[in-house]
């Protein structure tokens, strides 16, 4: 944040110089008014002001290549489906800075990254007074007959450690979602989507999320039964 400037207005007491003597002044208030103007201060802050409405009319204008991102994945995964919230840092020219998807429950990786790449390739509307950064938030609809069976996070307790040793001393938290499938007399993971809830988190995300999602697929999970099952899980 760059400091504060203040600004003093000048004030001039004006006095009447000779002349007839002048009548009583009346009696000064009990609280009298200050005799100078109070400084006006202007703060800039590091980030600037976006038009909430510019961005939203934006996000919605961006929905049909959301959608397809989606539908091209369900093609081979018909139980996709989800939630996501997109931030973005963006830049004074309206171009995206930095992007990221957080608390997504689409868990699908490459779903995810179309999603952020239509974001990135996009003209946003261009902030007042610097940087600015956005949120928002959307639901991809369910396209199969029948959705995937929900599991309990607590599904999958104890078999996690091949996941943990991918956060490479990154202290926050990751949120991952998987589709399940029947092999043999167990199941494993056939999507996977990953998340890092912090968006201060780019730097070695997509490295991180990367090594996740191939642990995550290799880890023999119970059997879902004869449909998918998905479930959502943080570490």
């Given at each position: 944040?760059?400091?504060?400037?203040a600004?003093?207005?000048?004030?001039f007491?004006l006095?009447a110089?000779?002349g007839?003597?002048?009548?009583?002044?009346p009696?000064?208030?009990?609280?009298?008014?200050p005799?100078?103007?109070?400084?006006?201060l202007?703060?800039?802050?590091?980030?600037g002001?976006?038009?909430?409405?510019?961005?939203?009319?934006?996000?919605?204008a961006?929905?049909?290549?959301f959608?397809?991102?989606q539908r091209t994945?369900?093609a081979?995964?018909?139980v996709?489906?989800g939630?996501?919230?997109?931030?973005?840092?963006?830049?004074?020219?309206g171009r995206?800075l930095?992007?990221?998807l957080?608390d997504s429950t689409?868990?699908?990786i490459?779903t995810?990254?179309?999603?952020l790449?239509?974001?990135?390739?996009?003209t946003?509307?261009k902030p007042e007074?610097?940087e600015?950064?956005?949120r928002a938030?959307?639901?991809?609809?369910?396209?199969a007959?029948?959705p995937a069976?929900d599991?309990p996070?607590?599904?999958?307790?104890?078999l996690l450690e091949p996941?943990r040793?991918?956060?490479q001393?990154?202290?926050?938290?990751?949120?991952?979602?998987?589709?399940?499938?029947q092999?043999?007399?167990?199941?494993?993971?056939i999507?996977v989507?990953v998340?890092?809830?912090e968006?201060?988190?780019?730097?070695?995300h997509?490295?991180a999320?990367?090594?996740?999602?191939?642990?995550v697929?290799?880890?023999?999970?119970?059997s879902p039964g004869?449909?998918?099952?998905k479930?959502t899980?943080?570490?």
């Amino acid at each position: 944040m760059l400091p504060f400037r203040a600004f003093l207005a000048p004030c001039f007491v004006l006095a009447a110089c000779g002349g007839a003597a002048s009548p009583p002044l009346p009696a000064e208030p009990s609280n009298p008014a200050p005799s100078a103007v109070p400084p006006q201060l202007t703060v800039e802050s590091e980030l600037g002001q976006i038009s909430e409405a510019a961005t939203q009319t934006a996000f919605r204008a961006l929905h049909p290549q959301f959608l397809q991102c989606q539908r091209t994945r369900a093609a081979a995964l018909e139980v996709l489906t989800g939630q996501f919230q997109l931030f973005l840092r963006i830049g004074k020219n309206g171009r995206v800075l930095k992007s990221a998807l957080l608390d997504s429950t689409i868990g699908d990786i490459e779903t995810e990254t179309c999603i952020l790449h239509v974001a990135i390739a996009a003209t946003w509307p261009k902030p007042e007074g610097g940087e600015a950064e956005v949120r928002a938030t959307m639901d991809l609809p369910e396209l199969a007959s029948r959705p995937a069976v929900d599991w309990p996070a607590n599904k999958v307790d104890g078999l996690l450690e091949p996941a943990r040793s991918c956060k490479q001393g990154y202290a926050g938290t990751y949120q991952v979602t998987a589709y399940v499938q029947q092999e043999g007399d167990g199941g494993r993971a056939i999507a996977v989507g990953v998340a890092a809830n912090e968006p201060g988190h780019e730097p070695g995300h997509e490295r991180a999320a990367a090594c996740i999602v191939a642990a995550v697929k290799g880890i023999p999970f119970p059997s879902p039964g004869s449909w998918y099952a998905k479930v959502t899980f943080r570490f």
